[in-house]
């Protein structure tokens, strides 16, 4: 009754007011003024063409281009951001490439008229600020990463191989000024300008492109990982100084004419350092949680940053200094850091860095370059980059007593210039310092030597090698059954342990269990790291401790994490690897099964799949593309648990249909040899009455552990009650069946185990 009086209402104060607005309408149309004209009989057409016509302007107004710029170049930088990850390399560099593809040196080469339409000229303005705005979140941010008591901690040997690293290659970067000004250097622009850009330009590092890769390859949290990390940010402090210092000199066209901007940067400085950074240490102490970090402090903290940017640009350096200031004057407590950060970076790199990289790609003109005098240039500017970066850096550190593979593997990654090396180059450009021709090749220069990073340290890996094992190598036991636990959310990983102890219980001689996390990095990540190892690991611990059962953990921070966990899987000659369950987010609704075959479709590793045949190998649709991704790839056997509040096992359930099923046996013996739990088979299709060698197998578990093994056949389904502490163990081919079957009595199941074994693995 409430019901249909709610409706009566509903339709009735919706149908009398629309009618009131009818009429209201209706009454304003004969007050027309003398000026309006009725439209003529037979012109009814001009609506149509009014539409038009405003159509046309809406898909030109500024705000729908810049949109659409927007869509199309996150598409673009994913994409070939993906490509990079696939071939070891940071995504940075693919989205760098991907704005270079879509500038003048290829898309708007070879479709210019498309080209034309997306970029046209005059859209090029509001690309360009807000670019600059995720400029200054991205300085920001690396300001905040650079952590001033490791400094101090380290600061001798950081400062002798930071200063050294970019002495060396300021020197002979101007030096090679010295014979390229004349050919190279734009109309009216100084000498001391042009060499003082190209010395720069060769002298930066790229802390966060440096530190992804430390991370990706293990060695943050070694002694050499400290000291490099350390010298990187030691460099960039360093080389942003340097360059507010080129600025101030470029614009004022001489050393003794920069003094009054150099010696207000300074004051300026000191007043950050003396005054801000305690009032703002203060402040972090106090709200160093997301409870008390408020929107008035964070506002606090947003309008030092956009402040400390417009002085520094007043004065006459760079609003990029004063984001990088704003950022290393943040409070030291590394809770709050992590926590603000996480509330910038991802605008700050998903959403605008890339509209950077594409309007760098507008003004990178690889076409110029069409002489072979020009390439044989910038091969001179290539190896003075590699020359004084890579090697100063690696012989100022053998010098303080480092040996040659510590050494070289510091130079190889100070030698990585990334996205900081664009933002100098583009400043430069912006001052008239740098021609477009000059520009083009500092930027390929920027990409090689970045691109070179991961093979050099590779390199440098396979020539120092020694004969020892380590990391995954040190839980390889070939006498052992090796589970591998794969988590991300910790609660699962507390569930999956439990699960796998029913496998090895106290039998630590026969079966060991490791437990895997992989952390997603982006650009920044060095506060998250040890804090997510951390808070991932604890719940598993705590079962561990509690089932007294020990775990050898591998934590790992990865670009592409599925790749990894694939790695490790396959060369850890692991026997089980249990998964929890990703199921896909698209499901439940029409558009969300649009959105999933679009999503696959779009994926490149789903695409990859479906071209090499893998991607068949199963159906199941509930699984998101990264459970789908494990199963098409894993070499070993992969558990996936459905968890249904998952606590204990008392029985296990094992649905069989034919012989495939019959690997499944080797488990529920291992259920019953170690924990001694009840095993049901039921026989859907009577392949274990039928089948001898099936039915053999079971009884030789019948006979060693009598009393553990019943056997059910169809007929016998409305005896068969699931529990709430059984287990369901099926295989995946047969949980298709039940699903598609919809039976009843597999609708509302508790937990399940689905195994997905190795197609080449034998019953």
């Excluded at 966060?208 to 070694?222: N, S």
């Excluded at 990095?521 to 690991?537: A, C, M, Q, R, V």
């Excluded at 775990?551 to 990894?564: G, L, R, T």
């Excluded at 799949?609 to 068949?616: H, S, V």
Aim: proline share 4%.
């Amino acid at each position: 009754m409430k019901k249909l009086k709610n409706i009566i209402f509903y339709a009735g104060i919706i149908g009398g007011f629309a009618s009131l607005m009818y009429w209201i309408v209706e009454l304003g149309s004969d007050r027309l003024q003398p000026s309006m004209k009725v439209t003529e009989p037979g012109k009814g057409n001009n609506e149509w063409l009014l539409f038009l016509e405003t159509f046309k302007h809406n898909l030109t107004h500024p705000l729908a281009m810049l949109l659409l710029q927007i869509v199309t170049i996150i598409l673009i930088a994913r994409l070939f951001g993906w490509v990079c990850k696939k071939i070891g390399q940071p995504a940075v560099i693919g989205e760098i490439i991907a704005g270079i593809v879509l500038g003048p040196s290829l898309f708007g080469m070879y479709f210019p008229g498309i080209s034309s339409v997306l970029f046209p000229a005059q859209s090029l303005g509001n690309l360009e600020f807000l670019s600059q705005i995720g400029l200054i979140l991205f300085m920001f941010v690396v300001g905040m990463e650079i952590d001033l008591k490791v400094l101090k901690k380290q600061a001798h040997e950081a400062v002798v191989i930071s200063h050294a690293s970019i002495i060396i290659p300021f020197a002979l970067g101007m030096g090679l000024a010295y014979f390229i000004y004349k050919s190279f250097a734009p109309q009216g622009v100084p000498f001391v300008s042009f060499a003082l850009f190209l010395g720069i330009s060769m002298s930066i590092t790229a802390f966060p492109v440096l530190a992804r890769i430390a991370q990706e390859k293990g060695i943050h949290k070694t002694k050499l990982g400290t000291i490099v990390l350390t010298c990187a940010a030691a460099d960039d402090i360093t080389a942003w100084s340097l360059l507010a210092v080129v600025i101030a000199i470029v614009k004022a066209g001489s050393f003794v004419s920069a003094l009054p901007t150099v010696f207000m940067a300074i004051i300026y400085v000191v007043i950050l350092m003396k005054w801000i950074r305690p009032f703002l240490n203060r402040i972090g102490n106090i709200h160093a949680t997301r409870e008390n970090l408020n929107k008035p402090v964070v506002a606090i903290f947003f309008l030092t940053l956009i402040l400390s940017a417009y002085i520094t640009e007043i004065i006459g350096i760079h609003a990029l200094f004063g984001a990088f200031m704003a950022g290393a004057i943040m409070p030291d407590n590394q809770n709050f850091k992590r926590i603000f950060i996480e509330k910038v970076e991802d605008v700050a790199l998903i959403l605008l860095l890339p509209l950077f990289f594409v309007f760098t790609g507008l003004r990178t003109q690889i076409g110029l370059l069409n002489d072979p005098h020009l390439w044989m240039v910038f091969g001179w500017v290539l190896l003075v980059a590699i020359l004084g970066k890579f090697a100063g850096s690696a012989l100022a550190a053998r010098v303080i007593g480092q040996n040659w593979r510590d050494s070289l593997t510091i130079g190889a990654l100070m030698n990585t210039r990334g996205l900081v090396e664009l933002v100098a180059l583009n400043i430069g450009y912006d001052l008239g310092v740098l021609t477009p021709e000059i520009f083009a090749m500092l930027v390929i220069m920027a990409l090689v030597t970045t691109f070179m990073t991961s093979p050099a340290l590779s390199l440098i890996d396979r020539v120092f090698t020694k004969k020892t094992k380590a990391g995954i190598q040190e839980i390889i036991d070939l006498s052992k059954f090796k589970i591998l636990i794969s988590f991300g959310k910790p609660v699962m990983g507390k569930k999956l342990l439990r699960l796998a102890s029913y496998f090895v219980n106290n039998n630590y001689d026969t079966a060991s269990i490791s437990a895997l996390h992989i952390s997603p990095i982006g650009l920044f990540n060095k506060f998250k790291l040890d804090n997510y190892e951390k808070e991932s690991f604890n719940p598993l611990i705590g079962e561990s401790k509690r089932l007294n059962i020990p775990v050898k953990k591998i934590f790992k921070a990865s670009q592409d994490i599925y790749k990894d966990i694939l790695e490790v899987t396959n060369k850890g000659d692991f026997d089980l690897l249990l998964v929890g369950i990703g199921v896909s987010i698209y499901k439940g609704s029409i558009l969300g099964n649009i959105m999933d075959y679009s999503s696959r479709f779009l994926n490149p590793d789903f695409l990859v799949e479906k071209i090499t045949g893998k991607e068949n190998s199963f159906k199941s649709s509930i699984f998101a593309g990264s459970t789908r991704q494990i199963l098409s790839n894993s070499k070993v056997p992969v558990g996936i648990l459905i968890d249904n509040n998952f606590h204990d096992i008392n029985s296990v359930v094992v649905p069989f249909f034919d012989e495939n099923d019959t690997q499944l046996i080797e488990f529920a013996k291992k259920f019953i040899a170690v924990s001694g739990i009840q095993i049901v088979f039921f026989d859907f299709l009577g392949t274990i009455k039928t089948n001898v060698n099936v039915r053999e197998s079971i009884r030789a578990i019948s006979q060693q552990t009598p009393n553990h093994i019943h056997i059910m056949e169809n007929e016998d389904l409305i005896n068969l009650k699931i529990r709430k502490n059984d287990l369901i163990l099926v295989s995946l081919e047969s949980w298709e069946i039940l699903v598609d079957s919809k039976n009843p009595l597999f609708q509302n199941v508790p937990t399940v185990l689905i195994i997905k074994f190795h197609h080449n693995q034998n019953a």
